[in-house]
Structure formats: C-alpha cells, structure tokens
C-alpha cells in the first residue's frame, strides 16, 4: 500500500525538480533582483526600493521599445493572421487541385529556418550597397539607390517586422489550414444549396467555425511580439540610436551595456506582467471557446 | 618469503612516494587566457605564442578563449561575473577597466612592475594602465588614430595635408566637389564616433578638465570646450558616405581601399591591414595625418588620440605567479618581436624593433606615438558605460543630423548628473 | 448543377488568377532564399561588384571554409544539445504527465496547476537570476548550462501535451497489463509509451524546434566559442568574418538546410507536432 502511495509521486519530481529549480525559483528571484543596484561581474548589491521602476517609466528607450513591440503585433496580426487567414481559405477552397499542396510547403518553409539564420540573412538582403532589395529596385528603376533599410530610423523596425512577416505569415496559415480541415463538410454543402459563393462561404462558414483558433494563433502572435529577442538582436541591436530597441533587447542592453543588472530584472518584470497577462486571456477565451 | 615480500612493498612504496612527489613537482597548471582576435592573421598568431609558451613552460597549460572585438565589451562582462573568469584577459585601459578595477576583478602588478619588469616598458603607453597611482596591467600593442589619404586622390583634386581644422573643411569640400567621398565612415558600432570625439574633445577641453570630466564620480562636463568639440564633429557630418551609422567600420573601409573614398579615419594598428589586404593601388599611395589641430581652442592641441590595448590579470586567479609571468611572456621583448613580424604591430618593450625591420608606414605611425607627450583615451573606454551607452546614441543622431550639438550635450549632462548620484 | 459556358470560363479565369498572385507569393518566398544560395557560390568580389549576378564558377570552397571555420563545431553542439534536451523533456515530461492523468494524489491539483502555470512564463524572465545560479551551480559554460533551462522551460508544454493524450488512453489497456503481473512503472514502459508515440514525436518535434532556435540563454550562458550553438555560431560569424561576406552566406545555408530538408521528409509529424502546440502553447 505504501509503495502505491509514493509511486506518483516519484513519477512527478524530477519534472517538478526542474520547473522549480530553473523556471519558478529564477523567476521569483528576478522579482528580488528588480528592487536592488548590481552588476554582472561586482559581487556586492545596493536597495533601491521602487527606483529602478521609476527610471524606466521616465526612460524614453522604454516607450520606445513598447511602441516598437506593439507595432510587431499589431503588424504581425494584420500580415500572420490576417493574410495568413486569407490565404488558409484560398488554398482549402475548391478552386485548387493538388497545386495547393505545392503552396502549402512553400509558404511553410521559411519558418523552420531558425531566426537567427533568417535574421543574419535580412541582414544582407537590407545591407544598403550590396543587399538584394536594393538590387532589386536598381534594376527596376535603372537608380542608383543605396537606401539603408535597417539603418535609418524611419525603416529600420518595420524591415525587422516585414522580415519576421516572411518567416511566420505561412506558419499561422497552417495552423489555420489545419482547423479548416476539421470542419465538416456537410456545412458547405448546406451554404452551396443556399447559393452561397466563394466568399460568402468563408465569412459565414469557415471563419465563425475555425474562430477558436483564430483567437490563439492571434494571441500567440502578440506574445511572440513582446518576446521578441532575437530578430532585433542580430539586425540591428537596437540601433540606429535605440530607435529599435524592444523590451528583451532593452533588457540585455541594460544588463549587459549599462552595467545595470537590478534595472534589467525590472525590466523583465514588465515583459513578465505583459506576457503573463496575454496568456491569461488566452486561456480564458480557449476556455469558453471549448463551453 | 615474507621479507621478501616487505621488501617489495616498500621499494613499491618509495616509487609511490617518488612518481607522487614528481606529480606534484610537475603538476600541470591551467591558465584561462581570453582575447578578441578572431580573424587571421591574428588567431593564428595567438594559438602559436600559446604554442611557444607551453612548449618552454612544460607545467603550464594555457587554456585559450577568443571573443570577437564587438560582443567582447558585452561579454566580458558576463564571464567576470562567474567563477570561471580568465586568469589573463584582454582590456582596454581607462574606464573600461576601471569599473572592474572597482569591483575588484583587477589584480594590482605595481609590485611586479617596480622589480624590474616596469624598467623594460616604455613609461607613456604603462602610464594609461594606472588607476589611482596603481599598475594593473601591461601594454600588448600601441595604438593611435590618425586620418590615413589616398594620395592620388589628395594629388588629383590638388590638395595638400591640412595643416588646421579650418583648411581641412576647404580640402574636404574640394573633395566633394571632385566627386570624391571625401571620407569614409562606418558607424553602425558608435566607437567609431567616440574616437573623432576623443581626439577633438582633447583639442577644446584642458587636459587637467578633461580628465576630472572622465571621473564618473566628479564629471559633469560643464566646459564650453565639449561644445566646441561637438561642433567640430558636426562640421565633418557632411562629408562622411552616405548611410555611416548603417554600416560597419570595415565595411567602409573598403572604399578607402578601392579608391572611392579619399580618406578614412584610422587606427594604426589598421596599417599592417593595408599592408596585408588592400590592392596594391592604394597600397603604394597612402600617407597620414593627424587630426588637424583647432585654432585658438583651450586643449592641448599636441594631445594625440590613442591608448594602447592590454592584458591584465585577474584578482581571482588562483595561480597569480604563473598568470604573471605569462603576462610578462605575452608583453615582453619575445612576443614583441614575433608581433612585429607577423603581425607588424608594436608592443610596449623599450625598442623592440628597430627602423628598417618592419614596413616603414608602421614604423612611422608608430613613432608619431612615442613621440607624443600626451595620448588620450579612446572616449568611449575612458566614459562610465552608462554614460557611454546614451552618449554613443546621441552621437549617432548628430551623425545622422537628426539632433544638435547642443542636444547631445545637453543628454549628455543629464546622464552624468545621474551616474554621479550613484557613486 | 449546372455550368454554362460562362460561368466555366470565369471558373477557370478565377483560379488562374489565384494561382498567378500565390505564385507572387511564392516568389517573394523563394527568391531571397535563393538569393543567399547564389550568392554564397560566388567569390566575394562577383558578390560586391554584381549582388544579382551569377557566379562564374560555383565556389563550393565557402562552404568547405564556413565548415572548418567553426562550422562543424556549432553543428555537432546544437545536435548534441538538441537530442539531450529533447529526451529528457520528453521522459520526464511523460512520467509526470502520467502521473497526472492516471493517479489521484494529495497536491495533485496544485502541481497541476504550478505545472500549467509554468506555460505562461517566459525565459527572458529568467535569464538573469538564472545566470547568477548557473554559475553558482559551476555549470556556467557547459553543455548543462542550456539543457537543463531548457528542459525546465519545456516541461509544461510537453506534459501538458501529453496528459491530455494519456487521458484519452482506455484503462482497460493497463489493467489488463497489471493483471499479468506488471507494476507501474514496467506497465507505462512497455504499455503506454509504445502507444504514445504519435504525441511523443509531436512534444519532441515541437520542443527541438525551441532548442534549435533558442538565442538568449545560448548568447549569454555559454562563452567558449567551441560550445556554441548554431544561432550564436552565426551571429559570431558576421563579426569575426566582417567582409568575407559569400562564406558568411554559406553558412548561413548551412544553418538552415538541416531543418528544411528534416521538413520536407517529414512534412507530415512536423505540422502535426506544430499544430499540436500551438493550441495548448
């Protein structure tokens, strides 16, 4: 009977080991770390109270980086989600034969390339007198253009996003494909005896069916937009003068360059309170989509 | 039979005793060594002076490590914050070291240098390795920034070396106006910046100002003279290529060495890179200058920017006499000698090399170093890192012309009346 | 139903106009890969005087250079990484997930939800204090160093993933096994596991696909270039390579054509696996 009692128990601690030792205790800790001065390499650390919070909320890289963050999401909802959506639809709809499955495997491709390797290869692609896009226009437009797309302040985040809409637009378009598929077929059948053309049948079939997963893949879209690390991170770093910077780069720029550590825990804090919540409500509206 | 057999077991016993002994006597000790030359010629130039020093010191290991030049002022300060840090590592002196100096990172070698060490090391480039009259490292190359032309181009426009900043604006607009970029800058990394703003801010400020300025603990630079400075700068924005802040340092070079660019701001440490990789056009066709000293501004206008680059060896380190004479090794006449010839760079040992052993560009620019009474510190190395980090932005924006000298100044202020607050 | 001439006509002008604007999009896909392709096959010069041409010669040799220039390294780190992490996370995910599906226990509904809990969390909030314990643990710079935050990290998923499998699992199966003389652990062995596969490959699908892109923790828990991962190898290679661009780009290629081709033979377990876990992640 004893051994009974503990066998679950041994089947859970090394997992529960684990998920304390390197996720929750670190996180708890980072919640300390928030409050006080340090750096990496000095080993002594000084209270400050609430003063680490207050500097980044007067600290204009922070809103900076906010803006820039939420301008990953709301650009990645219009490109990943949106035309993700539309393009799930165009490739499940009658008017495509085998081809689809061609366009499928394309437009997946680019997101199992790891980020880093899509970011250093924008990277060239951007680069003002040698990348492909500027190439590109030359040979259009018969100019000599040599525009910095990542070096100017005014481009420099938006071809970080336009990037990041090239890797991921195809992998939420699966996503979506595959919760089109789940739909029975009987629903368009009905729609097609109604008369219901091609797009009719989308807005009134396929999108109120597929809802559910168009709210995850939208919220893993805005929480992947404020985790965002290291797209920006082997583009441009932040720059030209930290008009690029996001919360996790800011995070490291100020553990890392400022020689602020306790500054970067706050820093965290706030992408954990951004994160954390997004999550919730992802769970709140996965829940009632399952009632 | 059992004397025989105590017989054994004590001559196995003595060689136990004796193969211990000898364990011991030789035992092997490991030196972390970490420094930042990742390219060739280089890395190949380390691992075969690592090489050497293992094979004369047969006890010694020396366990390499290489971080690249730009993520190593990251990096470095992640591994001083683990218990693994190097016993020997590369810095830059100035304020760059001295925040670890500090924190106590930094092992003092004043002693070491005061027993003969310091006699055989020229005084100026030891110099930037004090802090608070303490030594605590040792040069491993001299450094100084210096306008480096094409004179073909110089030749071609008919314009000759300025002698002062106002006749550098004419040469450079003479530039301009042949269809030249008059110079070449690459400024995604903003220590680019930082070394035009060393120079000219070492031109406008006393020196005596200046250096209480770099103190994070006192700085506030209210002199006009940075203004000044900043102004300088702007005045050459113009006549930079396109994009500077959008391309990296050796990025821009390229166009100095193919003839595009009249002239590029250069380190001279940068010349054996001439001598190994630029076409053989630009190669026979260069000449250097310095930065044009300022009219009737306060500085020192015989200052020259350049602090030689170092090791030092760690506080931590467990083997502190083994990590010193290693040091020792890696910045004394041995190495020097091999630096200069494979690498053709000048190390810190009183005349290591001689005129005529190594290309005489080197031996030149190397010599305008010696000469000088006064080097200044690279400024970003020589400003507290958070000082630098708001000031390297700024100072992009005034490259891009997006913000005013008065701005930069301005923020810059600002952030030294913080940083102050905390000490 | 019936089709007139007409509406056939428009029927085919329809999706020959679709097919013309996904095949747009397949161009902007493809070319810049293709682009960096290309290029990496050039001398560096035909790379900087013509960045659309092609090249005289394939220059298979920047390949053969990014390989022996650290290349081989980063590659036989980020495997090694990969599989340690992905079959830890993935056993000790499924005992625990078990554990959670099957049996009652005290605390059970508290771990459950510290477990559950643990999916909302992200790294980069750890990061810090986690550097601070590794190297207090002296795992700092070692392999350890990424698996075991990494494992820590996926946990949740990957129990979660794989609870909700084991509860769709009759119990008939398992009694029958205890019936001939199994205990637990030999029953979730030989019993459950060979019939979880599918879910297994997905969690570990889903997980390796984290590690293998995994940044932060990489950049800043491991320091000897001889460790590094992949992502940090070719963020290394940039600055040390600084103008040797076409063996930048191979390298590149070198990063990226492992997980394409594990795609493409794999098409199938790979969008399930993803699909998998995007809805519970």
Known sequence: MYKKNITPYLFIIPALLFILIFVYIPIVENFYFSFYRMNSYAPGKTFLGLDNYIDIFQNEIFYTAIINNTWYAVISLIFQVGLGLILAITLESKLLGKERKFFRTVYFLPSVIAIAAVGLMFYYIYNPNLGLLNAIINLFTESNFNYAWLGKPNTAIFAVIAMSQWQFTGYIMILLIVAIQKIPEELYEVAEIEGATSIQKAIYVTIPQIKEMILVTSVITVIGAFKLFTEIFVTTRGGPYDTTQVLGTFMYKTAFFYDKMGYAAAIAVIIFFITFTTSVIQIRLANRGED | ?423 | MKYNSHNKSNYYLKKALTIFILLIFTVIVLYPMYWVVISSLKTNNEFLSAPLGFPNKLMFENYLSAWNKGFSRYFFNSILINIVSVVLTVSIGAACAYSLARFNFKGKTIIFYLILAGLLLSPQVAVLPLFKLLVRLRLYNTYWALILPYVGFNLPFSIFLMRSYFLSIPREIEESAYIDGCNTFTTFIKIILPISKPIIASAAIVTSRFFWNEFLFALIFIEDSSKYTIPIGLSHFRDSLSTDYTTMLAGITIAALPMIILFLVMQKQFIKGLTAGSVKG
Do not use: C
Request: proline letters at 5%; a negative charge.
């Open chain 2, 1 to 423: 039979m059992s004397r025989k057999i105590i017989t054994l077991s004590l001559v196995f016993a003595m060689l136990l005793v004796v193969t211990f002994s000898l364990t011991i006597g030789a035992q092997e000790v490991t030196l972390k060594f970490l420094h930042r030359w990742t390219q060739e010629p280089d890395s190949t130039f380390f691992e075969e002076v690592v090489a050497n020093y293992e094979a004369q010191n047969p006890n010694i290991n020396i366990d390499m490590e290489v971080v690249a030049n730009d993520p190593f002022k990251e990096k470095i300060k992640i591994i001083l914050g683990t218990e693994n840090a190097p016993d020997v590592f590369f810095t830059w002196p100035g304020e760059f070291t001295n925040r670890f100096i500090r924190a106590g990172q930094v092992m003092d070698i004043t002693s070491y240098m005061e027993d003969g060490w310091g006699d055989t090391l020229i005084d100026s480039v030891v110099e930037p390795f004090k802090y608070e009259g303490k030594i605590y490292g040792a040069p491993y190359r001299l450094d100084a920034k210096v306008f480096v032309y094409n004179t073909k181009i110089f030749e071609d426009v008919g314009v000759e070396e300025p002698k002062n900043f106002s006749e550098f604006i004419t040469v450079l607009d003479k530039i301009k106006n042949a269809g030249y970029t008059p110079i070449a800058f690459g400024n995604m990394f903003p220590w680019a910046v930082s070394h035009y703003m060393g120079q000219l801010n070492a031109y406008s400020v006393p020196y005596d100002v200046y250096m209480e300025d770099l103190n994070p603990a006192e700085g506030d630079f209210a002199h006009p003279g940075y203004l000044m400075a900043l102004e300088k700068y702007e005045e050459l924005t113009p006549y930079f290529n396109e994009n500077a802040n959008a391309i990296r340092h050796d990025e821009a070079r390229v166009s100095l060495f193919n003839g595009e660019a009249a002239m590029m701001y250069l380190e001279i440490i940068e010349i054996p890179t001439i001598e190994q990789q630029a076409p053989e056009e630009f190669k026979n066709n260069y000449d250097v200058f310095v930065m044009p000293p300022i009219e009737g501004a306060a500085g020192d206008q015989t200052a020259l920017i350049g602090y030689p680059e170092g090791f030092v060896v760690s506080a931590n380190t467990e083997h502190p006499e083994e990590a010193i004479a290693f040091l020792k090794y890696l910045t004394g006449k041995e190495v020097g000698r091999k630096e200069a010839q494979d690498l053709l760079f000048v190390n810190g040992v009183k005349n290591v090399v001689s005129e005529g052993e190594i290309p005489d560009s080197v031996y030149n620019t190397t010599q305008l170093v010696l000469k000088t009474e006064r080097l200044v510190n690279w400024f970003d190395s020589s400003l507290h890192a958070e000082i630098w980090s708001v000031t390297g932005s700024e100072l992009q924006k005034l490259t891009d012309g997006v913000a005013t000298p008065e701005e930069v100044l301005e923020n810059m202020r600002e952030i030294a009346e913080e940083v102050r607050a905390q000490f």
